[in-house]
């Protein structure tokens, strides 16, 4: 296989990965969501998340099989690889904390996803370009909907203001990977920062609410570094693929 | 291939329905894109998920198989497609009276009018119930993936309403 579509199949995984962790990450909430209606957002949106890790790991399975005579499929490319060879962001796997860090993390990646998609939508590879395009149409629900919060806690009590201040503390680091190349990244990740940081910066005005002054960023997810907390994700998400190979529903 | 098998095709696809919202057929929907067959009739139906994570395409590709599998056609592919994306825009009008009276408010503007403005909702939603359009949003996310959940503030009444998208 040559380097350029080895890349393409890093770079296909990277997505899938990073939308399939944040929304198995989010799946946690199911049933136990502040309330019914919020419960019932971010599992639908998991369910978005889950459909677009799902269109990009079939189309990596189509062309590793198609270069390397290989087998693979959607379920075997996320319930049998191991941790090293995931490349999700570091902030998709880390644990949902309170309700405040959840959603802000959504507000975080949502934004930057979109951005991502908005250049991936002019891709020449068709199948990318599309899957992009479909999913856009879901991202800036996940963003209208994850700003309004940023900004009804922000903005809200004491209480509410104070866990929004300690979610962007807790999260802010692990912001810059986005903006980091990886050598198998299509697009130029770097030139989506401003764009992305005058969007935070516009709800946290509106939030009350500012910027992280740390400047220190942690990395290493994308090229399958990950913190302690990916292998237990992987340990609870692949049990039941690795315990009976095959299994179906 | 003949248009007449064509024709029989999607008379046949009429009679396969969405199973999260059973009013409306596959073709009210908008998701059937083509259906193609060769001299072998070999037949190819392509379908379009009207979100990305949307659970209902298995179910909706087993069903087409089966309809068309009763109805003589033992040779059939279900095939999906994401170019163009499937928009509120495909749904019928028929399709669109059909979930007003089976108590879902249908999809309101065009899809390239969603509206961005944060704390905004989508005007005039009517509810399918005592037809007021004095309604408001609960929540942007409904039962499933392509509702949203509003409330009239009339009759008091909660309702799923499709979402533009």
Redesign the interface.
């Known amino acids: 296989m040559n380097k350029l579509s080895n890349h393409q199949i890093n770079y296909i995984l990277s997505l899938a990965d990073s939308t399939l962790i944040l929304g198995q990450r989010n799946g946690e909430w199911c049933a136990h969501g502040p309330i019914l209606?919020?419960d019932?957002?971010i599992t639908?949106?998991t369910?978005?998340?889950?459909?677009?890790a799902?269109?990009f790991y079939q189309y990596a399975a189509l062309l590793i099989n198609e270069s390397e005579n290989k087998n693979e499929t959607e379920d075997s490319l996320a319930y049998l690889r191991t941790e090293r060879e995931f490349k999700n962001h570091l902030i998709c796997e880390l644990p949902n904390g309170d309700w405040a860090q959840t959603i802000l993390r959504q507000f975080f990646f949502s934004s930057f996803q979109l951005l991502v998609f908005e250049q991936l939508e002019k891709n020449n590879d068709?199948?990318i370009?599309?899957?992009a395009?479909?999913?856009i149409?879901?991202i800036?629900?996940h963003?209208?909907?994850s700003?309004?919060w940023v900004?009804r806690l922000g903005d809200g009590t004491d209480e509410s203001h104070n866990r929004m201040k300690n979610a962007i503390e807790a999260l802010w680091n692990y912001t810059g990977e986005f903006f980091i190349p990886a050598d198998y990244e299509m697009i130029d990740v770097a030139s989506l920062k401003a764009s992305w940081l005058e969007k935070v910066k516009t709800v946290f005005e509106?939030a009350t609410l500012s910027v992280s002054e740390n400047t220190f960023m942690q990395t290493g997810g994308k090229n399958g570094i990950h913190t302690e907390h990916l292998g237990y994700i992987l340990a609870e998400m692949q049990s039941l693929q690795r315990t009976y190979p095959g299994a179906e529903w | 291939m003949s248009d007449l098998i064509k024709e029989h095709i999607y008379k046949i696809l009429e009679q396969v329905s969405d199973p999260e919202i059973p009013v409306l057929t596959i073709l009210d929907m908008g998701i059937v894109r083509d259906v193609i067959s060769d001299d072998q009739n070999n037949i190819e139906v392509i379908i379009t998920p009207t979100y990305s994570g949307c659970p209902a395409m298995d179910a909706i590709a087993f069903d087409i198989k089966m309809k068309l599998i009763e109805n003589g056609y033992t040779h059939v592919k279900v095939t999906y497609t994401l170019q163009p994306a499937w928009t509120t825009d495909w749904m019928s009008e028929d399709g669109k009276n059909k979930l007003k009276a089976y108590g879902i408010a249908p999809p309101q503007n065009i899809s390239s009018r969603i509206n961005k403005l944060l704390f905004s909702q989508e005007e005039n939603i009517e509810c399918p119930q005592c037809h007021s359009t004095n309604t408001k949003l609960l929540s942007e996310f409904g039962s499933t993936a392509c509702k949203a959940l509003y409330q009239c503030n009339d009759c008091k009444e909660p309702f799923d309403y499709f979402k533009c998208h």
């Open positions: 209606e919020q019932i957002a639908n949106i369910l978005d998340l889950i459909g677009q799902r269109n068709e199948q370009a599309a899957i395009t479909k999913s149409k879901e800036n629900y963003i209208k909907w700003s309004e900004i509106e």
